[in-house]
């Protein structure tokens, strides 16, 4: 489709959310110029320790398909059909994500699928990118911004819709928290993250079993591996910033070895650069971030620019594709009224991302405490039984968030309600028993 005339939408930020949103909005039929403060990943290189693997799951895969990009992503993941838990004895218990494999995810690269988008974009007609511009400034009501180059030199735009999708540390945003009756709001985990990197086995073998997310539970920290094509596997640990086993704990390779030998003994012989990527690779974050409204003036707000979530259900990307999405057809819907467009994609959107947030923290802890324990093993045989066997009445909210675009908040009181017929179903087959012995004893 060709480019429509006219201003070009403004997209700030080339990352995930920004590329395929300039890459949906194109075939949409605008022109995009797309602008990032990093340089150009077609020709720099990848930064260490951060590559963080990502879990593409239905809503991230429907919004590629819609831009043409589904199966040349899919051919370049691994896909994972359930929880492979790593107790410290080294038992490992498989636990499937679904009924078959419709119900899986697949484990990609981040830096790999940037370059993907990246590539995509710049493929197509009225897409222009512009990398190593970090925007400095603008006015949400006219729409003017002001970029700086790697040499300061400033650039100044006029954007008829200024997109931010820069990021949980959006210059976009930052802007508009200065504004008058803008609601803001972070809240940090007292866990950061920190990558490591089992190489791959002789040939390019994976050295664990290739269609599994690997996850050590071990109470208050953890670390989850996940697979990649040339037989690695991308290692995340998930712990306390301080406490006896926390980052702070541990400052030498003796002490770092030490620690694995007790807590991750079975992965210790698939790290040989254990240590050094321990005390070297840097140390991230993890931020939930949410704010009202999404969007002033000319501007909108749109992934982790607003809403940030901690990745414990592997949905920041796959919500943000999902954004991708729904801007595109509101944006569609009512051009050129913006501010219509953009209080269509807030309202249809606020509600489900406030609540995959708040799933997001709880999957932590169930992720960490409880996939190990024979409660959760029962419970989660008995979901899938009961999905099985009626799959049109019962959907388990880990199916319902992965494996559906059912919006996440109405995902979470489905499971409720569900819940509460299954504890009443339970309970009464319970009383039932206890009359039929009360009755049969007498």
């Known amino acids: 489709m060709a480019a429509a005339e006219g201003p070009p939408i403004t997209i700030v930020g080339a990352g995930l959310g920004g590329t395929l949103l300039a890459c949906s909005l194109a075939r949409a039929g605008y022109r995009v110029d797309v602008y990032e403060k990093r340089p150009d990943p077609r020709t720099a290189a990848q930064e260490r320790g951060r590559s963080i693997n990502l879990a593409l799951s239905v809503r991230g895969i429907h919004a590629l398909r819609a831009v043409g990009l589904a199966d040349e992503v899919l051919r370049t993941g691994i896909l994972m059909r359930g929880r492979m838990i790593h107790d410290r004895d080294g038992t490992q218990t498989f636990q499937p994500y679904g009924k078959d494999d419709s119900e899986a995810l697949y484990s990609v690269s981040r830096a790999g699928l940037n370059l993907t988008l990246v590539h995509a974009a710049a493929r197509l007609e009225g897409v222009r990118l512009f990398f190593g511009q970090r925007c400095v400034g603008l006015d949400p009501e006219s729409g003017q911004v002001e970029f700086l180059d790697a040499e300061q030199q400033p650039l100044k735009v006029a954007a008829e819709v200024l997109v931010g999708a820069d990021g949980a540390y959006s210059a ?23 990558e490591l990197t089992i190489p791959p086995g002789p040939g390019g073998k994976h050295r664990l079993e290739k269609h599994a997310l690997h996850i050590w539970p071990r109470g208050s920290f953890m670390m ?6 040339d037989g690695s596997f991308t290692c995340t ?3 306390p910033y301080e406490g006896p086993a926390s980052f702070a704990a541990l400052m030498t390779a003796a002490a770092v070895e030490a620690f694995f030998r007790t807590e991750f003994a079975d992965a210790v012989p698939l790290l040989p650069n254990l240590a050094d990527d321990f005390l070297h690779n840097p140390t991230g974050a993890l931020v939930t971030i949410r704010c009202q409204p999404w969007h002033r003036g000319r501007v909108v707000l749109l992934g982790d620019a607003c809403h940030a979530v901690v990745p414990f259900l592997g949905q920041g990307m796959n919500a943000a594709f999902e954004d991708c999405t729904v801007l595109t057809d509101c944006l569609r819907r009512h051009a050129p009224d913006w501010q219509a467009a953009f209080r269509a994609f807030e309202g249809q959107r606020k ?13 932590f802890v169930e ?5 190990g324990s024979r409660w959760f093993l029962l419970k989660k045989y008995l979901q899938v039984l009961l999905h099985r066997r009626l799959p049109r009445w019962y959907l388990p909210l880990y199916t319902m968030i992965e494996f559906t675009r059912i919006p996440y908040d109405v995902a979470r009181r489905r499971a409720r309600v569900q819940d509460w017929v299954v504890r009443a179903v339970l309970g ?10 009360w009755v049969l004893t007498r």
Do not use: T
Request: proline share 2%.
């Open 351 to 363: 509600a489900s991302l406030d609540a995959l947030a708040e799933l997001c923290l709880a999957n």
């Open 428 to 437: 009464g087959g319970v009383l039932l028993l206890l009359l039929m012995g």
């Open 237 to 239: 640990l998930f712990w």
């Open 172 to 194: 976009v945003r930052s802007v508009l928290q200065r504004q008058e009756r803008f609601n803001y709001r972070q809240d940090y985990l007292d866990h950061g993250y920190k």
């Open 224 to 229: 989850i591996a996940l697979p990649n094509l």
């Open 367 to 371: 992720m960490r405490d409880k996939v």
